[in-house]
């Protein structure tokens, strides 16, 4: 079984631009999260969706949205990059269906590293 | 607000040996989890044990071994007989539930060097 995929696997931008990463969960997974991971820092939860609905969202500027799409895959944006935008995006899958069962583990994908110059 | 502190930045032994990564949380929550993933040097993170705050007993998976004390709000991670496969920096995180929403908060990081 595939699992999460996530494209493309580096990006360069310019300060100013936005960009679209995207994310393809395990199959049958229908909650995707997204992280930000700065070099030498932990993770950074953005969002997370499930069924299609934001379900959670961390202390991250506007310039950040994301949607998931009815294959439950899902696009991260960000607008008006900043050179502090550049990091380690990861996406993670989880086969959880509910928030009130306990969050099952994540499986998280390769990660898109983008470079903001 | 949540907080995980993995107080050591890094920590290098000799193959064989045991280490201890230490992981300290803060919550508010009576309900909440608490993970341990792997992310070796090719950058992808493994899952390798949830945790739920009413379930305080020790956890033993191979070489692997897990102490979960609410009292000091500790989950603290250790390796019996390290590998040189071992190296790689370990990440402690909490998750909770908060108004139908999810938040997860990954401490820094432990980087784990074994030397053969």
């Known amino acids: 079984d595939a699992g999460v995929t996530q494209s493309p696997t580096h990006l360069i931008k310019t300060r100013g631009q936005h960009v679209t990463l995207r994310c393809s969960p395990i199959s049958g997974h229908k909650s995707v999260s997204w992280y930000q991971q700065v070099l030498g820092q932990g993770p950074q939860f953005i969002f997370q969706?499930?069924?299609?609905?934001?379900?959670g969202r961390g202390n991250f500027p506007d310039r950040f949205s994301a949607r998931q799409f009815p294959n439950y895959s899902s696009e991260l944006n960000v607008n008006a990059l900043l050179l502090g935008d550049s990091a380690l995006y990861l996406c993670?899958?989880?086969?959880?269906?509910?928030?009130?069962?306990?969050?099952?583990?994540?499986?998280f994908g390769p990660g898109t590293r983008l470079t903001v110059l | 607000a949540q907080k995980v502190t993995q107080a050591q930045t890094e920590i290098s032994v000799v193959e064989k040996e045991d280490v201890t990564l230490d992981c300290v949380y803060e919550?508010?929550?009576?309900?909440?989890?608490l993970f341990w993933y792997k992310q070796p040097p090719s950058g992808e993170l493994v899952f390798l044990i949830r945790?739920?705050?009413?379930?305080?007993q020790n956890e033993i998976s191979g070489r692997y071994s897990w102490n979960f004390q609410k009292s000091t709000s500790s989950f603290n991670f250790t390796i019996t007989a390290s590998q040189v496969v071992d190296s790689a920096v370990y990440f402690c995180a909490l998750s909770e539930i908060s108004g139908g929403y999810q938040k997860v908060t990954f401490g820094t990081g432990t980087k784990l060097q074994v030397i053969p």
């Open positions: 993670a899958s989880s086969s959880q269906t509910s928030l009130i069962p306990p969050p099952n583990e994540q499986f």
């Open positions: 919550t508010r929550d009576t309900t909440y989890y």
């Open positions: 945790r739920n705050s009413f379930d305080e």
């Open positions: 969706y499930y069924e299609k609905e934001e379900r």
